[in-house]
């Protein structure tokens, strides 16, 4: 029951995701799903097609056909479920990927109806797995369609006013599967761009494929001090985007801020971990803030349930609503920064106008998996009746953990839920402040342990 996850369904090749298990999550998915044809695509990684003759075995026996896109970043996939091939529309999309994860894992992001497969539904999808007879093969129904073109056509065709813009682009792939639209997009809006580690390559031989990990950015850094104006790196699957000038390494929190410049009064939906000065500064606008739960498959929900125009995670998921499908992409993010850039938009300029705050990465706190969340409840408790020393609550958010409101900053703790780690972040209008936040919610965090 270990592969399934909040948001998606992950393991190690072979170990954990072996022909047994991926027959059976297949042919379970299939009685899911109530139209006719189910659209599959994967990543880089050496063993995603072998996962995909696999999934296909399961998907074929529970009596569902398969539009097989090959290898394609993420936001393709998603943006199968939006657009039909040959008049067929399929009613569910499965990614076969293993992200920003070591090579040996790999996972499946489940959409149904064009909307997240996640939470309980996956949890229960694993209790059927276990008790499941393996299915015997039936005929074999699929269909290969060309995903990767049509998506490609689309960007080109809603960017083309970008085309031939001078700006200096650099990018980094890290060998994931973003290469394989990059080079087709920039090449044909003439955009002057080059690219690192561009080769799909699923044992990502030159860094890890997580650009929210500041290490995996150095070699976009240097390329950048010499032949760039703007830089991006790109996550394995291509949801996630990092965007680099040579001032800042600009988070999702503040590319968010950065995108609704041009969009009148949007709605804006926030995970708990982003600053309290995009919330404050988009109200200061007139827009509509949201803060949220965490996790893609939460936000894309909550967009649907409030008709948003954008949303965002610090990590560098940024979903568009607005001129777009409501998905994460950090292609089509890559374009509307380019846009931004495009009409004149400074974007050091910009972010120097905002309040300056001290913040924390997140730091995670190892604990255990039936620990974690109990941790959290302990933490509420313990927060009704807080130590003398603690420093003054103005108001406490537990929309996804404990978001805690200070005189002049917050701190946050929440239970991961993909890792067995609590996640910390803190902030303030000062370094020393941000300091006695983090201080006081670990104090907090040992108490609560120490109790259980």
Same mark, same amino acid.
């Given at each position: 029951?270990?592969?399934?996850?909040?948001?998606?369904?992950?393991?190690?090749?072979?170990?954990?995701?072996?022909?047994?298990?991926?027959?059976?999550?297949?042919?379970?998915?299939?009685?899911?799903?109530?139209?006719?044809?189910?659209?599959?695509?994967?990543?880089?990684?050496?063993?995603?097609?072998?996962?995909?003759?696999?999934?296909?075995?399961?998907?074929?026996?529970?009596?569902?056909?398969?539009?097989?896109?090959?290898?394609?970043?993420?936001?393709?996939?998603?943006?199968?479920?939006?657009?039909?091939?040959?008049?067929?529309?399929?009613?569910?999309?499965?990614?076969?990927?293993?992200?920003?994860?070591?090579?040996?894992?790999?996972?499946?992001?489940?959409?149904?109806?064009?909307?997240?497969?996640?939470?309980?539904?996956?949890?229960?999808?694993?209790?059927?797995?276990?008790?499941?007879?393996?299915?015997?093969?039936?005929?074999?129904?699929?269909?290969?369609?060309?995903?990767?073109?049509?998506?490609?056509?689309?960007?080109?065709?809603?960017?083309?006013?970008?085309?031939?813009?001078?700006?200096?682009?650099?990018?980094?792939?890290?060998?994931?599967?973003?290469?394989?639209?990059?080079?087709?997009?920039?090449?044909?809006?003439?955009?002057?761009?080059?690219?690192?580690?561009?080769?799909?390559?699923?044992?990502?031989?030159?860094?890890?494929?997580?650009?929210?990990?500041?290490?995996?950015?150095?070699?976009?850094?240097?390329?950048?001090?010499?032949?760039?104006?703007?830089?991006?790196?790109?996550?394995?699957?291509?949801?996630?985007?990092?965007?680099?000038?040579?001032?800042?390494?600009?988070?999702?929190?503040?590319?968010?801020?950065?995108?609704?410049?041009?969009?009148?009064?949007?709605?804006?939906?926030?995970?708990?971990?982003?600053?309290?000065?995009?919330?404050?500064?988009?109200?200061?606008?007139?827009?509509?803030?949201?803060?949220?739960?965490?996790?893609?498959?939460?936000?894309?929900?909550?967009?649907?349930?409030?008709?948003?125009?954008?949303?965002?995670?610090?990590?560098?998921?940024?979903?568009?609503?607005?001129?777009?499908?409501?998905?994460?992409?950090?292609?089509?993010?890559?374009?509307?920064?380019?846009?931004?850039?495009?009409?004149?938009?400074?974007?050091?300029?910009?972010?120097?106008?905002?309040?300056?705050?001290?913040?924390?990465? *997140?730091?995670?706190?190892?604990?255990?998996?039936?620990?974690?969340? @109990?941790? #959290? /409840?302990?933490?509420?408790?313990?927060? =009704? %009746?807080?130590?003398?020393?603690?420093?003054?609550?103005?108001?406490?958010?537990?929309?996804?953990?404990?978001?805690?409101?200070?005189?002049?900053?917050?701190?946050?703790?929440?239970?991961?839920?993909?890792?067995?780690?609590?996640?910390?972040?803190? *902030?303030?209008?000062?370094?020393?402040?941000?300091?006695?936040?983090? @201080?006081? #919610? /670990?104090?907090?965090?040992?108490?609560? =342990? %120490?109790?259980?």
């Amino acid at each position: 029951m270990s592969i399934y996850r909040e948001y998606d369904i992950r393991g190690v090749f072979q170990e954990e995701l072996n022909e047994q298990s991926v027959v059976r999550i297949g042919y379970a998915l299939a009685s899911k799903i109530d139209g006719e044809y189910v659209a599959v695509g994967y990543d880089a990684r050496d063993h995603s097609p072998i996962l995909f003759e696999y999934l296909v075995h399961g998907l074929n026996a529970g009596g569902k056909k398969v539009l097989d896109m090959g290898m394609v970043p993420t936001p393709v996939n998603y943006f199968c479920n939006y657009n039909e091939f040959d008049g067929i529309l399929s009613s569910a999309s499965v990614m076969i990927t293993g992200s920003h994860n070591p090579s040996e894992y790999n996972g499946f992001k489940i959409t149904i109806n064009k909307a997240p497969f996640f939470g309980e539904d996956i949890y229960a999808l694993g209790r059927e797995c276990e008790t499941m007879e393996f299915p015997s093969k039936v005929k074999r129904e699929v269909t290969k369609i060309d995903a990767l073109t049509r998506y490609v056509d689309f960007l080109v065709s809603e960017f083309q006013h970008l085309k031939g813009m001078p700006t200096r682009i650099v990018y980094d792939c890290g060998n994931g599967v973003a290469g394989i639209v990059t080079e087709r997009i920039f090449g044909a809006l003439k955009l002057n761009a080059k690219g690192l580690f561009v080769n799909p390559d699923g044992t990502f031989p030159n860094h890890h494929p997580d650009p929210s990990d500041e290490h995996n950015l150095e070699d976009i850094k240097k390329f950048l001090a010499t032949d760039g104006d703007i830089a991006f790196a790109y996550d394995g699957d291509a949801d996630r985007i990092a965007v680099l000038t040579h001032k800042n390494n600009i988070k999702g929190d503040m590319m968010a801020l950065l995108y609704s410049l041009k969009m009148d009064k949007p709605t804006v939906i926030g995970e708990v971990k982003c600053s309290q000065v995009m919330y404050d500064e988009l109200e200061k606008r007139g827009a509509t803030a949201i803060m949220y739960k965490t996790g893609h498959s939460n936000l894309k929900v909550k967009m649907q349930e409030t008709n948003a125009d954008l949303a965002c995670e610090v990590s560098g998921h940024v979903f568009f609503k607005n001129r777009y499908f409501g998905y994460d992409d950090a292609i089509y993010a890559t374009l509307r920064m380019l846009e931004l850039v495009h009409d004149g938009i400074d974007l050091d300029a910009e972010l120097a106008k905002l309040p300056h705050v001290f913040s924390t990465e *997140e730091i995670k706190v190892k604990t255990t998996e039936s620990e974690k969340f @109990k941790i #959290i /409840n302990r933490v509420k408790e313990l927060l =009704k %009746n807080p130590p003398a020393s603690f420093p003054k609550i103005k108001n406490i958010i537990d929309v996804d953990g404990v978001r805690i409101n200070f005189e002049n900053g917050w701190g946050l703790v929440r239970a991961s839920n993909t890792t067995p780690v609590l996640v910390t972040r803190f *902030e303030s209008t000062s370094q020393e402040e941000a300091k006695l936040y983090e @201080k006081a #919610i /670990n104090d907090l965090i040992l108490e609560a =342990k %120490n109790s259980l």
